[in-house]
């Protein structure tokens, strides 16, 4: 047979458990035809046959990235990242530079912002961005995605200058002069000044509401929202990434995509779920069921429910089993009431759903396993394969439960201050020693029997796939109570690769090089066990190819 692309002189990782030495593959009609040496493979190419040399590079399955937020992370490549910056003068000096370069911006966003960029333990309010930007609106998104600060422009325009009245777990931070003090705390707080962008909000509406766009999307608007989308995925594939599941979702975001696939522009296989929120009616998770049904491509898919536990552990607004050290009036927010969340997984997993829960603080992990506990006595034991994202602290009590109830923890290593990106909490503020022991605890879930899966949550962090694996493998050494959570290179790598294909219910066609399994490849650029630990962030793909598509690379 004549095949249509052969990889020869390649390390391979195929996760297939065949005990073989092969070097090379060979890709027919979207899948892998056939593994071998480079003789035999070389053997099956015809005129027309695409030939990659690995040049003793890392071959092996596409990387998924099982926690992305695709829109937005693709709309903020074109936004101010103040990644680094730090004092009132370097962000004047950046803010101010950019805004001049985008003089009809309707609103200058900015994202990756400290939560104390202006010095330790200094908040930031409106005034303090009215001295950098006094007549534009402006606004600074977190890091993590879950506090934005705003001066009085966007504020005032956006209808909150004054308050407002928000759902359960967001918080418009208010001074004691009866104004927005500029801090705006979860989606619900913040959702108004995202809409003031260019993009009017569309790139997030998924995340913050779950809804489409309201009025609908213009023809134009849609094609621009594509073209920006399309510009993220490429972003993604030169990372040696096949395969993308969203964390936030509506119908608008499934109808862009499966358009670019129709258009057969689709460079990457993308999963979005619905996104429940605190204040929709249960009966709302039809709409999952119906997505489903609608979009079931091999591309473009759903088949999943995203709901938010609680915040996060910066604005103290994670949900904790005991007070926060540095704020003892309270152990943060729960986004969802109790009963109300378990009727939310009991009818979900009823219809055979499976389940994403964003979790960070030990009370809002401990409230998702006994939801997903509560459905599995009212539905009965299921392969569900729900999930937890993040489980930044969890009790030690709680451990044991996520692989005695067959939930996944999904972490994302860079979250992680040992991931080397952000600084380590000191004990006494956001967490107890006692908790810094348990928190971002890769290791202890791992030999708990609990099934990780690794991911980005990008754009909180770099989509790039080698920080990430770097991170897990060498991770930062802290001082106790900080404990060691190193993984190794193969552990890792799996976790980003075959056990994500796992996840998403796909391990029989999907996360190995083996005859017959789709062709998600990636050829690194050099042989990462051979590579050490300290260069592994260097690595890159240097061909992706999806589907028996080259997506990336190669001449």
Not at 195 to 210: E, H, I, M, Q, W
Not at 324 to 340: H, L, R
Not at 474 to 479: T, Y
């Amino acid at each position: 047979m004549s095949v249509d692309i052969v990889i020869l002189n390649g390390s391979l990782l195929s996760f297939d458990n065949t005990g073989s030495q092969v070097s090379a593959l060979a890709v027919k009609d979207g899948n892998i035809a056939a593994l071998g040496t480079d003789r035999e493979i070389r053997a099956l190419a015809g005129a027309n046959t695409r030939i990659i040399d690995a040049k003793g590079g890392t071959v092996m399955p596409g990387f998924i990235d099982s926690h992305v937020h695709l829109f937005g992370g693709s709309a903020e490549l074109d936004m101010l990242n103040l990644l680094g910056v730090q004092g009132f003068d370097a962000l004047l000096d950046a803010v101010r530079a950019y805004a001049s370069s985008r003089p009809d911006d309707p609103l200058i966003m900015c994202v990756s912002a400290d939560y104390h960029v202006l010095g330790p333990g200094r908040s930031t309010t409106r005034q303090d961005l009215d001295k950098i930007l006094p007549d534009r609106p402006l606004a600074m998104m977190a890091a993590d995605h879950h506090t934005v600060w705003a001066n009085t422009a966007a504020l005032e325009k956006a209808g909150l200058l004054h308050g407002g009245k928000v759902p359960e777990g967001s918080e418009i931070v208010m001074a004691g002069d009866g104004t927005a003090h500029g801090q705006l705390n979860e989606t619900g707080a913040f959702g108004p000044v995202l809409k003031l962008s260019a993009l009017g909000g569309r790139d997030l509406l998924g995340y913050v509401t779950g809804a489409d766009p309201e009025p609908p999307a213009t023809a134009a608007e849609r094609a621009f929202d594509k073209e920006v989308i399309l510009r993220g995925l490429h972003h993604c594939v030169s990372h040696g990434i096949t395969g993308l599941h969203n964390m936030d979702g509506n119908y608008y975001q499934l109808e862009l995509l499966s358009e670019l696939e129709a258009e057969g522009r689709l460079p990457a296989r993308v999963q979005v779920p619905m996104h429940l929120k605190n204040f929709d009616p249960l009966d709302r998770l039809a709409e999952a069921q119906d997505m489903t049904r609608r979009f079931n491509s091999d591309m473009v898919w759903s088949g999943r429910v995203k709901m938010f536990m609680d915040g996060v552990l910066d604005s103290y607004t994670a949900l904790m089993l005991s007070p926060y050290p540095g704020a003892p009036d309270t152990c943060g927010d729960a986004v969802f009431e109790t009963d109300q969340f378990n009727e939310a997984c009991i009818r979900a997993d009823a219809m055979g759903l499976q389940i994403s829960v964003h979790a960070i603080g030990d009370g809002a992990v401990r409230r998702t396993l006994d939801g997903y506990e509560a459905a599995k006595e009212a539905n009965g034991k299921r392969d569900a394969r729900h999930r937890i994202e993040h489980i930044e602290v969890i009790d030690p009590a709680d451990l044991p439960r996520v692989a005695q109830l067959g939930v996944v923890a999904s972490l994302q290593p860079l979250h992680s201050p040992a991931g080397g990106l952000f600084p380590a909490y000191p004990a006494g503020d956001v967490l107890r020693e006692d908790q810094i022991a348990n928190a971002f605890g890769w290791r202890a879930l791992r030999d708990s029997g609990a099934r990780v899966c690794f991911s980005t949550d990008w754009p909180v962090v770099p989509v790039d796939t080698m920080m990430t694996v770097a991170g897990a493998v060498n991770c930062a050494d802290l001082p106790a109570p900080w404990v060691d959570n190193r993984q190794t290179l193969l552990e890792t790598l799996s976790s980003y690769t075959h056990d994500n294909a796992w996840v998403e219910f796909n391990e029989h066609r999907k996360g190995k090089l083996a005859q017959g399994y789709m062709a998600d490849i990636c050829v690194m650029d050099r042989d990462l066990f051979a590579t050490p630990p300290e260069d592994l962030a260097k690595a890159r793909a240097s061909v992706t190819i999806c589907g028996g598509n080259v997506t990336y690379g190669a001449a």
